[in-house]
C-alpha cells in the first residue's frame, strides 16, 4: 500500500488549502485514514480521521483546528482531503497522511501506532 501526499505549499495568513492523499495497492482503500502534522522542533500530532463506510470524522480536539479544517474522502479515487481554512502562522508544518487497514474505534483516531501505511508528508508554510 502506498500513500501520496499531496497539496501543500506557501501561503499566507488567512489562505486556504486543500491536501490530497491517495492509496494505492488496496483494492477498497484503507478503512481508516488520518492526517497528522508536525511542525518544526515538535512532536507529530494528530488533526483528523476519516472511516468507512459511514464517512465518520474526527477532529483533534484543540480549538486551533476545529471549525477550521474539514476532512473528506472519495471511495471512488480511494483519496481522502483535507480542507484547511483561515490558515495561521502556527498550521507551519509537515503534514502526513497514514492509514489503517481495519476500521479504528474513534478512541484510537489518534494513535500513530495503530496505522499501517504512511505518506511522504507534504509541507505546508504560513506566514504572516
Known amino acids: 500500500v502506498q500513500l501520496q501526499a499531496s497539496g501543500g505549499g506557501s501561503v499566507q495568513t488567512g489562505d486556504s488549502l486543500r491536501l490530497s492523499c491517495a492509496a494505492s495497492?488496496?483494492?477498497?482503500?484503507?478503512?481508516?485514514t488520518a492526517w497528522f502534522r508536525q511542525a518544526p522542533g515538535k512532536e507529530r500530532d494528530f488533526v483528523a480521521a476519516?472511516?468507512?463506510?459511514?464517512?465518520?470524522?474526527?477532529?483533534a480536539d484543540s480549538v486551533t483546528v476545529k471549525g477550521r479544517f474539514t476532512m473528506s474522502r472519495d471511495n471512488a479515487r480511494n483519496t481522502v482531503y483535507l480542507q484547511m481554512n483561515s490558515l495561521k502562522p502556527d498550521d507551519t508544518a509537515v503534514y502526513y497522511c497514514?492509514?489503517?487497514?481495519?476500521?479504528?474505534?474513534?478512541?484510537?483516531?489518534?494513535?500513530?501506532?495503530?496505522?499501517?501505511?504512511w505518506g511522504q508528508g507534504t509541507q505546508v508554510t504560513v506566514s504572516s
Open positions: 497514514a492509514a489503517a487497514s481495519g476500521c479504528l474505534i474513534t478512541s484510537s483516531f489518534s494513535t500513530e501506532s495503530r496505522y499501517d501505511y
Open positions: 495497492g488496496l483494492t477498497s482503500g484503507p478503512c481508516t
Open positions: 476519516i472511516r468507512r463506510p459511514n464517512t465518520i470524522t474526527y477532529y
